[in-house]
Protein backbone atom coordinates (compact mmCIF):
# COMPACT_ATOMS: atom_id res chain seq x y z
CA UNK A 1 0.00 0.00 0.00
CA UNK A 2 2.09 3.33 -0.99
CA UNK A 3 1.40 5.79 1.48
CA UNK A 4 3.38 9.06 2.31
CA UNK A 5 2.51 11.72 4.47
CA UNK A 6 0.30 13.50 1.79
CA UNK A 7 -1.69 10.13 -0.12
CA UNK A 8 -2.22 6.96 0.70
CA UNK A 9 -3.38 4.11 -1.66
CA UNK A 10 -4.89 0.50 -1.39
CA UNK A 11 -6.72 -1.91 -3.65
CA UNK A 12 -9.54 -4.42 -3.34
CA UNK A 13 -10.82 -6.15 -6.37
CA UNK A 14 -10.46 -4.80 -9.79
CA UNK A 15 -10.36 -0.56 -7.55
CA UNK A 16 -7.67 1.55 -6.65
CA UNK A 17 -8.58 3.62 -3.94
CA UNK A 18 -6.64 7.13 -3.21
CA UNK A 19 -7.06 8.96 -0.61
CA UNK A 20 -5.25 12.55 -0.63
CA UNK A 21 -4.74 15.43 2.11
CA UNK A 22 -1.62 16.93 1.41
CA UNK A 23 0.10 18.27 -1.77
CA UNK A 24 -0.49 15.78 -5.05
CA UNK A 25 3.80 16.99 -6.28
CA UNK A 26 4.28 15.11 -9.63
CA UNK A 27 6.42 12.60 -7.44
CA UNK A 28 3.02 11.65 -5.79
CA UNK A 29 0.93 11.57 -8.95
CA UNK A 30 3.38 9.49 -10.65
CA UNK A 31 3.30 6.90 -7.30
CA UNK A 32 -0.58 6.81 -7.75
CA UNK A 33 -0.50 6.03 -11.53
CA UNK A 34 2.40 3.06 -11.27
CA UNK A 35 0.32 1.63 -8.16
CA UNK A 36 -2.82 1.62 -11.18
CA UNK A 37 -0.45 -0.16 -14.05
CA UNK A 38 0.79 -2.42 -11.28
CA UNK A 39 -3.10 -3.36 -10.36
CA UNK A 40 -4.14 -3.53 -13.82
CA UNK A 41 -1.03 -5.57 -14.77
CA UNK A 42 -1.91 -8.00 -12.48
CA UNK A 43 -5.27 -8.70 -13.01
CA UNK A 44 -4.95 -8.29 -16.83
CA UNK A 45 -8.74 -6.48 -17.04
CA UNK A 46 -9.27 -2.64 -16.72
CA UNK A 47 -8.70 -1.19 -13.17
CA UNK A 48 -11.05 1.32 -11.49
CA UNK A 49 -10.12 4.52 -9.30
CA UNK A 50 -11.79 5.60 -6.81
CA UNK A 51 -9.72 9.00 -5.78
CA UNK A 52 -10.78 10.60 -2.83
CA UNK A 53 -9.17 14.33 -2.77
CA UNK A 54 -10.43 15.47 0.47
CA UNK A 55 -11.13 19.18 1.47
CA UNK A 56 -7.13 19.78 2.98
CA UNK A 57 -5.84 18.96 -0.40
CA UNK A 58 -4.37 22.11 -2.13
CA UNK A 59 -4.79 22.34 -6.15
CA UNK A 60 -1.83 20.65 -7.71
CA UNK A 61 0.54 22.96 -8.88
CA UNK A 62 1.10 22.69 -12.70
CA UNK A 63 3.88 20.45 -13.18
CA UNK A 64 1.78 17.78 -11.38
CA UNK A 65 -0.99 18.68 -13.61
CA UNK A 66 1.02 17.96 -16.78
CA UNK A 67 1.99 14.56 -14.85
CA UNK A 68 -1.20 13.90 -14.57
CA UNK A 69 -2.02 14.00 -18.10
CA UNK A 70 0.56 12.17 -18.89
CA UNK A 71 -0.46 9.29 -16.82
CA UNK A 72 -4.02 9.36 -17.95
CA UNK A 73 -3.14 9.23 -21.58
CA UNK A 74 -0.70 6.21 -21.05
CA UNK A 75 -3.36 4.46 -19.06
CA UNK A 76 -5.56 4.08 -21.96
CA UNK A 77 -6.81 0.44 -22.44
CA UNK A 78 -5.47 -0.13 -18.85
CA UNK A 79 -8.26 1.51 -16.27
CA UNK A 80 -12.07 1.31 -16.91
CA UNK A 81 -13.18 4.22 -15.28
CA UNK A 82 -12.20 7.19 -13.10
CA UNK A 83 -14.58 8.46 -9.92
CA UNK A 84 -13.13 11.69 -8.37
CA UNK A 85 -13.80 13.05 -4.99
CA UNK A 86 -13.44 16.69 -4.74
CA UNK A 87 -14.44 16.88 -0.87
CA UNK A 88 -13.58 21.10 -1.11
CA UNK A 89 -16.62 22.82 0.57
CA UNK A 90 -18.81 26.12 -0.11
CA UNK A 91 -17.87 28.38 -3.17
CA UNK A 92 -13.86 27.36 -3.03
CA UNK A 93 -15.55 23.72 -3.96
CA UNK A 94 -18.23 24.21 -5.83
CA UNK A 95 -15.91 25.99 -8.16
CA UNK A 96 -13.06 23.47 -7.87
CA UNK A 97 -15.72 20.79 -9.08
CA UNK A 98 -16.83 23.24 -11.93
CA UNK A 99 -13.29 23.89 -13.32
CA UNK A 100 -12.35 20.20 -13.33
CA UNK A 101 -15.58 18.81 -14.25
CA UNK A 102 -15.48 21.48 -17.38
CA UNK A 103 -11.69 20.41 -18.16
CA UNK A 104 -12.27 16.74 -18.10
CA UNK A 105 -15.43 17.66 -20.99
CA UNK A 106 -13.46 19.14 -23.09
CA UNK A 107 -9.98 17.31 -23.26
CA UNK A 108 -9.69 13.70 -24.70
CA UNK A 109 -10.39 11.44 -21.85
CA UNK A 110 -8.65 7.78 -22.37
CA UNK A 111 -11.37 6.43 -19.94
CA UNK A 112 -14.43 7.52 -18.39
CA UNK A 113 -13.88 10.03 -15.58
CA UNK A 114 -16.28 12.14 -13.44
CA UNK A 115 -16.25 14.59 -10.57
CA UNK A 116 -17.93 14.38 -7.77
CA UNK A 117 -18.95 16.08 -4.42
CA UNK A 118 -20.22 12.73 -2.54
CA UNK A 119 -17.88 9.50 -2.26
CA UNK A 120 -21.02 7.53 -1.83
CA UNK A 121 -22.56 9.04 -5.69
CA UNK A 122 -18.84 8.62 -6.87
CA UNK A 123 -18.70 4.90 -5.16
CA UNK A 124 -21.77 3.97 -7.19
CA UNK A 125 -21.18 5.64 -9.87
CA UNK A 126 -17.66 3.48 -10.56
CA UNK A 127 -20.02 0.58 -9.92
CA UNK A 128 -22.77 1.72 -12.59
CA UNK A 129 -19.80 1.41 -14.90
CA UNK A 130 -18.41 -2.16 -14.33
CA UNK A 131 -16.60 -1.80 -11.12
CA UNK A 132 -16.71 -5.25 -9.09
CA UNK A 133 -16.06 -3.56 -5.53
CA UNK A 134 -19.44 -2.51 -4.17
CA UNK A 135 -19.84 0.71 -2.89
CA UNK A 136 -19.52 -0.10 0.95
CA UNK A 137 -16.76 -1.79 0.45
CA UNK A 138 -15.10 1.44 -1.48
CA UNK A 139 -16.33 3.69 1.10
CA UNK A 140 -15.02 1.49 4.32
CA UNK A 141 -12.03 1.12 2.35
CA UNK A 142 -11.57 5.19 1.78
CA UNK A 143 -12.88 5.50 5.41
CA UNK A 144 -10.08 3.48 6.94
CA UNK A 145 -7.41 4.92 4.65
CA UNK A 146 -7.85 8.50 5.43
CA UNK A 147 -8.02 7.40 9.24
CA UNK A 148 -4.35 5.69 8.58
CA UNK A 149 -3.52 8.91 7.38
CA UNK A 150 -4.83 11.45 9.44
CA UNK A 151 -5.86 9.78 12.83
CA UNK A 152 -7.83 12.78 13.88
CA UNK A 153 -9.76 13.39 10.41
CA UNK A 154 -13.37 14.26 11.11
CA UNK A 155 -16.15 12.22 9.93
CA UNK A 156 -17.57 13.11 6.21
CA UNK A 157 -21.37 13.50 5.58
CA UNK A 158 -23.04 11.23 2.51
CA UNK A 159 -19.90 9.25 2.95
Keep these: M ?26 RVQGLADH ?18 TWSTPVPASEARGVLQVQ ?11 AIVLEKTGLEGSLSRTVLSTLVTITKR ?10 RDAAQWLRSNGCAASPQTLLALAESLEAKLIPAAPAHSGS
Aim: hydrophobic share 45%; aromatic share 10%.
Design 2 to 27: PRDEAYVTSGVQDTVVAVWCGDPTGT
Design 36 to 53: LRQVAASSGAPVFLFNVI
Design 72 to 82: FDSMRGQVGAA
Design 110 to 119: PFPMRIFAVR
